[in-house]
């Protein structure tokens, strides 16, 4: 066995059904450095487990969507030469996942919320322990609520850090001297045990996490892509993978809306300084992206992101004429209602900011209260519609001509804020949606092609 140690996390569509997991299975037993295996939920499962977590529902349409989740399971199940090994457990699954679905507070409780999610992970690395076994190792599925442990934010819980290192080092490090770990992404505990979960996409971040608590070497993260494009190639075609990345590009990538990484990622990777991979589960040959403190090629322009849906937020006091404490004043209340601002620009009496709004999160959250709160101290205009496009390179406020060029670029189009210079990696304008696409496929020409 080699000394290194590396984590692999597959994605939803890369333990889709049997066959993607006996993909994966190939890839885990070919690099004899990976000895924990972190699944997400299959494709599709947790979408059915969020409509019922967060919709009212008829009792005939909760069955019928435990039974979609049911059949996604048993499709993987009937294909496994050994049936017996997991059918027992994966029944158990099953009844614990229609006793949530069916409670009667599953729509009102947080907690329950946060059960009911975690049944896809439970489920999938319950099935692709039992396909790596078939490869002819030794595999175990493990618990990861046992280590992970996280605060009791429900929904979006906080890693204890220091918690999950002493847990993983006494639990989870004398397993895999002896066995293929594989356990869930996403999921994790509080301090009573209580099942939490770290916000959608969070599969990423526990492979990450559970890196940096065993001083891992390298964190593998398979998806459907071949790595880290220049752009969404849904976008523009021409879009190619890019072979490296420093951290520091793709915490921002991964901030400004580039869906293949999780924005916590880097966190724990660049915090021990492990490397970061990104590939396709279904075409490993092609290679993917390699993320590490320095790349050996630092181009002012890497890549172009997109964030869609944007509300820009206008808060405006003739008060704020050499007004002190004025903008301390309007982030406290941003900060109490737990909204993450991104642009912020200013003038003698305004200040604009934009903040995330995807449907059932910030929209809803955005309440009356926040903007109650405001009013009390200026006007507050609010105003949707809007996409968040982003250059990401590197020494960009202090190379010549890279703003110009941009600009040169986008010159048709009308852009409502832009924000550069806070940091050598971004330049970010604020555009109307409809704009969005024809705007990122022009600046990929100018830039890249």
Not at 66 to 72: R, T, W
Not at 259 to 285: N, Q, Y
Not at 378 to 393: P, Q, Y
Request: charged letters at 25%; aromatic letters at 6%.
């Amino acid at each position: 066995m080699t000394n290194s140690l590396n984590i692999a996390k597959f994605g939803g569509t890369s333990v889709a059904t049997y066959e993607a997991m006996e993909n994966c299975a190939r890839i885990v037993v070919a690099n004899k450095a990976t000895r924990i295996v972190v699944v997400s939920a299959q494709a599709g499962v947790t979408n059915h487990l969020v409509s019922m977590a967060h919709t009212p529902l008829t009792s005939e349409q909760i069955e019928t969507t435990c039974q979609a989740i049911v059949d996604i399971e048993r499709a993987v199940l009937d294909k496994l030469a050994d049936k017996d090994s997991v059918a027992g457990k994966l029944d158990d699954l099953f009844d614990e996942l229609r006793g949530l679905a069916f409670h009667e507070e599953i729509l009102h409780r947080d907690d329950l919320k946060d059960q009911l999610l975690s049944m896809g992970e439970r489920m999938s690395s319950l099935l692709f322990s039992a396909v790596l076994a078939e490869q002819s190792v030794p595999t175990l599925n493990f618990d990861v609520r046992k280590v992970l442990r996280t605060d009791d934010v429900y929904g979006e819980a906080a890693p204890q850090l220091e918690d999950i290192a002493t847990l993983a080092t006494r639990l989870l490090r004398p397993e895999i001297e002896r066995a293929i770990v594989v356990t869930q992404g996403f999921v994790g505990a509080d301090s009573q045990g209580k099942t939490t979960t770290l916000g959608r996409g969070g599969s990423d971040f526990t492979a990450a996490l559970l890196a940096e608590a065993l001083d891992g070497d390298t964190c593998e993260i398979w998806t459907d892509v071949t790595g880290v494009y220049t752009t969404d190639p849904r976008i523009v075609s021409a879009a190619y993978p890019l072979p490296e990345l420093s951290f520091e590009e793709a915490a921002e990538m991964a901030t400004f809306g580039a869906k293949v990484l999780h924005p916590a990622t880097m966190e724990p990777a660049l915090r021990k300084d492990i490397k970061v991979f990104v590939g396709s589960s279904k075409a490993p040959e092609k290679g993917g992206t390699w993320i590490m403190r320095n790349c050996e090629h630092e181009p002012p322009y890497r890549a172009i992101t997109r964030r869609k849906e944007q509300v820009m937020v206008t808060v405006k006091t003739p008060k704020m004429m050499y007004a002190q404490g004025f903008l301390q004043q309007v982030f406290a209340i941003i900060a109490k209602h737990k909204l993450s601002v991104d642009l912020v620009t200013t003038s003698e009496i305004s200040v604009s900011f934009t903040l995330d709004n995807p449907a059932n999160s910030v929209a809803q959250r955005l309440n009356k209260a926040t903007l109650a709160e405001l009013e009390t101290i200026c006007d507050v205009t609010v105003e949707h519609g809007f996409d968040l496009v982003t250059v990401v390179g590197n020494h960009m406020q202090t190379a010549k001509g890279v703003s110009s060029k941009i600009f040169a670029a986008v010159h048709d189009y009308n852009l409502r804020m832009i924000c550069f210079g806070a940091n050598p990696h971004n330049m970010s304008f604020l555009v109307n949606h409809q704009n969005s696409d024809d705007i990122v496929q022009k600046l990929h020409r100018e830039l890249f092609e």
